[in-house]
């Protein structure tokens, strides 16, 4: 108590109050009752932030040399860069908590960790809710990737599609992402004016024209929309 000392244990607690004054009374009153109402610890500012990072949307947070990490509410995914450039890809539950988790690759016994033997490969296009999407390379035909969905929460395939000519990793998000695929039309001077030449000279040396298609590929939905749009592309692979 503020200035008074404690008084020893032979001491007679009523006559001590009977001395003292009333306002002297009121003080020490308020000394003894005033901890049990005291307002309940709020949540730290580090539980707050914390709910805060964790419910942050899929995002490349940190990349160290050859490890990369994605994270959403739900995941945390660590890749692992091969010398080939093929990606080793470390899938386990996320943790809230108001610091990041390291960004190492160190696997755990709970943890689903992705590789193809060499010479295939994989890469990490998206990260979204329980769907990672990959980029499968093949040996067979190494420039013609295929994309597998991912479904992390059962950890098996949900879907694939194959045949991707092009895709834009800027045009990927959460949300989705864009690619192009063969449509197997026949390349003529309408849809595809600037290799009309090649496609019409069996002989030519130079490429293969082909006509592809736009589509995108929705997260929300799991579904492949596509475009109107066409690219007339010379392939040299």
């Known amino acids: 108590?503020?200035?008074?000392?404690?008084?020893?244990?032979?001491?007679?607690?009523?006559?001590?109050?009977?001395?003292?004054s009333p306002a002297a009374i009121l003080l020490v009153l308020v000394e003894i009752v005033s901890p049990a109402f005291a307002e309940a610890p709020k949540p730290s500012v580090a539980k707050r932030v914390g709910t805060a990072v964790a419910k942050k949307a899929a995002s490349i947070f940190s990349k160290n040399g050859r490890v990369s990490c994605h994270s959403n509410s739900d995941y945390l995914v660590v890749t692992e860069t091969r010398d080939d450039g093929f990606e080793r890809i470390l899938v386990r539950k996320a943790v809230l908590s108001a610091k990041k988790p390291l960004c190492v690759f160190q696997t755990g016994p709970e943890d689903w960790v992705l590789d193809e033997p060499a010479p295939a490969g994989l890469n990490v296009v998206a990260l979204s809710g329980h769907s990672l999407a990959l980029k499968i390379f093949d040996p067979n035909d190494i420039h013609l990737p295929r994309v597998q969905i991912l479904d992390l929460k059962e950890r098996k395939v949900a879907q694939e599609i194959p045949g991707i000519f092009e895709m834009d990793m800027s045009d990927v998000s959460p949300s989705g992402f864009v690619f192009w695929r063969d449509t197997g039309l026949p390349v003529t001077r309408d849809n595809c004016p600037e290799y009309a030449d090649q496609a019409e000279d069996e002989d030519s040396a130079i490429g293969v024209p082909r006509v592809l298609r736009k589509s995108t590929f929705s997260f929300a939905s799991q579904k492949i929309t596509e475009a109107t749009e066409t690219w007339c592309l010379l392939d040299v692979d």
Request: glycine fraction near 10%.
């Open 1 to 20: 108590m503020r200035g008074i000392q404690a008084a020893p244990s032979h001491f007679n607690g009523n006559i001590m109050l009977k001395l003292l």
